[in-house]
């Protein structure tokens, strides 16, 4: 079952959102973000979704800022605007009774999981999926307008067959991002799932995010999968081995 949802963003703006509903009674809840410009109903997102949903965790994905159903503009969003924007989402979980037990990233939100999760009250666990350790490696995607951005204060560019809009503040907020204290400091169990084959985020990603955090850590290699997890079966696989490792972490009473 799905629920159609909205919420207010950290800066304004509402964001709108599905939450995957179990059909039984739910065992625990949670949030999921997205990658950079991927929005809640990319492959990796709806389908890792619906495989927790089927497993008894009910999950709600969104879009950021000015992506799909969401209002406001993409380009004033930022890495720190949509860090504050997953801790919205958990209160606004928190306020319909029906608080998130556990944080899963994608890429640029498996990044943003990592720096959120401190700051919303509940989550007991982390979940990145090809995370990168270096939250300016989205800078490549925009490489070709960052110059004029820099010096005009902005600078429209092409993804995905839309035009966005980058910022002077969203590329400054992007390079001043750090994730290693984010992680040493995390002290919640961490989940890291990683391809060996993903070309866009390497396998050296995951080390490092290993490396600094500490127990209890725990790495599963999604073997064969691409960044996106788009070939058939992919995202369910993880899902089914994030519902499968969320077990003792779940407020299931």
Excluded at 48 to 74: H, N, P, T, V, Y
Excluded at 237 to 246: K, S
Aim: aromatic share 6%; glycine share 10%; net charge negative.
């Amino acid at each position: 079952m799905v629920e159609r949802v909205t919420f207010q963003s950290s800066t304004g703006p509402n964001l709108a959102g599905v939450i995957d509903v179990p059909e039984t009674d739910a065992r625990g809840w949670g949030v999921f973000a997205h990658g950079f410009t991927l929005g809640k109903d990319s492959p990796a997102a709806a389908r890792i979704c619906k495989q927790l949903a089927a497993d008894g965790i009910g999950m709600l994905r969104f879009d950021a800022l000015g992506l799909s159903g969401s209002e406001g503009d993409w380009g004033d969003g930022s890495f720190t605007v949509k860090v504050n924007d997953i801790v919205k989402a958990c209160q606004f979980m928190a306020d319909r009774g029906t608080p998130a037990d556990i944080l899963v990233g994608h890429s640029w939100g498996g990044a943003a999981v990592l720096a959120a999760a401190r700051q919303c009250p509940g989550v007991r666990s982390v979940v990145t999926v090809a995370a990168p350790i270096d939250v300016g490696h989205v800078e490549k995607h925009y490489d070709a307008v960052v110059d004029r951005c820099l010096t005009e204060g902005s600078a429209e560019w092409m993804v995905g067959g839309r035009t966005l809009t980058l910022k002077r503040e969203f590329v400054e907020d992007v390079r001043a991002a750090d994730l290693a204290d984010k992680i040493t400091d995390l002290k919640l169990p961490l989940l890291i799932l990683h391809s060996p084959t993903d070309n866009t985020v390497g396998i050296e990603n995951a080390s490092e995010i290993f490396r600094l955090a500490r127990h209890p850590r725990s790495f599963v290699s999604l073997e064969g999968s691409d960044h996106l997890l788009t070939a058939r079966g992919q995202a369910h696989r993880a899902g089914r081995i994030i519902g499968a490792w969320a077990d003792a972490y779940l407020d299931d009473e």
